[in-house]
């Protein structure tokens, strides 16, 4: 199949675009720029049949514990209302509207108390980048006061923040399922210390009693239950600095748009359903191909910080060696991702896109109406994003040699979103997380646990202990010495 070119796949069908693309609300999918014929596309989706993608889906909004390392469900579609069922005894939907009319008094509290200027958001990973995403995207919806994010243990950040503070106009939101993470227990305790015995401290966990001992009151915690996945958890409570920042109808418009991507996702046939296309394609890249990178370019510079929520929503899930049964897989799995905004992508690395040695297929992201007034920016910019995509299928003669070219057939998809605000960012966000679990499934892992990130943890609690150095090894036990001394 490489060898055939997309300019012959173009040049042999005038409707493949109009075969080739897909409509949601608010969204188009156009994926004619692929490495792909009909008759590719058709046994991609024998194959997503072949795997049970429609069972497990339903498994997944049913609450089944497709989370078989830790015997969970996973049920994020839960926290935007898409899924009605009972877990150990509890009415999750229930438990959804309760927290969320917390979330809700919370936000418009502070939102109305106005010495408050500023919230500043403890965790790290899952329980932070949501958040922190969102936030920066949503740069034109900010109601609330200004949002600081720390997540690396690295001391400088969280000086940096709170040197232009002051505890009597901060409130502090430390989100950890358990309340026992390294990082975020330490920077909340650095918080705790600079706040002077002020009461400005929310939790967001699992772990009630951690959280009331660490000073607490129970009215300012927020649950969350084993079911609500870290990466995947800025729908529950873990949202509240959103709700706080951009205000609480624009949170509720954010699970809309997220809801919007699950109804979609759940109902629409497989040959027309945005995930799977986009889950497929990946899987036929990377395992028919063996195409091992995948670019995110966001042609929106409120998306700066959306190739770092992919890569860590893509490769923590799917960054796995093993399948369901533990057993070594003979096949790969989750590519590498990356990515940056257009137009600074193409002053960067994306000459490696054009020409290089390997084929790193592309979503390139553009917003149809711009949410400022520089409408010839906004043109440009689109016209960059798209010429871009062009260049990489076609190709053509270096114009400043002509004895050499640029070969193409670099594939890539586009995905045109009518307009960049809450409700479609959260379907934008949901249907990637749809097309991460599609090819779980494919693969046939566990895209709920990260039991490789825990190692590194608890080695580091290790070393963290007297007498650590005995049981290091040789190297680790050196670099310790050194960075003591």
Do not use: C
């Amino acid at each position: 199949m490489q060898g055939v070119h997309m300019r012959e796949l173009f040049a042999g069908d005038t409707t493949r675009f109009q075969k080739f693309h897909q409509k949601s609300d608010g969204v188009v999918f156009d994926y004619s720029r692929h490495i792909a014929t009909d008759e590719t596309l058709k046994l991609l989706m024998d194959l997503a049949r072949a795997a049970n993608i429609e069972d497990w889906r339903g498994k997944m909004f049913g609450g089944g514990k497709i989370n078989t390392t830790e015997n969970r469900s996973a049920l994020h579609t839960a926290l935007r209302g898409s899924a009605k069922v009972t877990i150990d005894g509890e009415d999750v939907d229930a438990f959804v509207n309760k927290t969320l009319a917390q979330v809700q008094a919370v936000s418009e509290k502070i939102n109305k108390d106005k010495s408050i200027t500023d919230i500043v958001s403890i965790g790290i990973g899952g329980s932070d980048l949501g958040s922190r995403i969102v936030y920066e995207t949503l740069q034109d919806f900010r109601k609330g006061p200004r949002a600081h994010f720390v997540s690396n243990v690295d001391g400088a950040r969280i000086s940096t923040v709170l040197k232009d503070l002051k505890p009597e106009n901060t409130v502090f939101v430390i989100v950890s399922k358990t309340f026992s993470t390294m990082e975020t227990i330490t920077n909340a305790t650095t918080a705790k210390e600079w706040a002077k015995g002020t009461k400005n401290f929310y939790a967001v966990t699992m772990n009630e009693d951690a959280a009331k001992s660490f000073g607490i009151a129970v009215d300012n915690i927020l649950p969350m239950r084993a079911w609500i996945g870290g990466r995947m958890s800025l729908w529950s409570a873990a949202g509240l600095p959103v709700a706080i920042a951009t205000g609480f109808e624009n949170f509720k418009q954010l699970l809309e748009g997220a809801k919007a991507a699950d109804d979609h996702f759940k109902t629409a046939p497989l040959e027309k359903n945005i995930p799977v296309l986009m889950g497929m394609l990946g899987v036929w890249y990377r395992n028919f191909m063996d195409f091992r990178v995948h670019a995110v370019l966001p042609y929106a510079h409120a998306l700066r910080k959306f190739p770092s929520y992919v890569q860590q929503l893509d490769m923590e899930s799917n960054g796995k060696s093993v399948d369901k049964d533990s057993k070594a897989v003979n096949y790969k799995t989750g590519p590498v991702v990356f990515g940056e905004t257009g137009t600074n992508a193409q002053h960067a690395f994306m000459q490696m896109l054009h020409h290089g040695t390997d084929i790193i297929p592309a979503d390139f992201i553009v917003i149809k109406k711009a949410g400022h007034k520089l409408a010839e920016h906004h043109r440009k910019l689109n016209a960059n994003a798209l010429a871009q995509a062009q260049a990489l299928m076609q190709g053509a003669p270096d114009p400043k040699n002509p004895t050499r070219s640029f070969d193409g057939n670099r594939p890539s998809s586009t995905l045109v979103l009518t307009k960049l605000d809450p409700w479609h960012l959260g379907m934008l966000l949901a249907l990637y997380e749809h097309k991460i679990f599609v090819q779980g499934i494919i693969w046939n892992i566990n895209s709920f646990d990260q039991w490789g990130v825990e190692l590194g943890k608890t080695l580091a609690t290790s070393l963290l202990a007297p007498g650590a150095a005995t049981f290091a090894d040789q190297t680790t036990n050196a670099l310790m010495q050194i960075l003591s001394e």
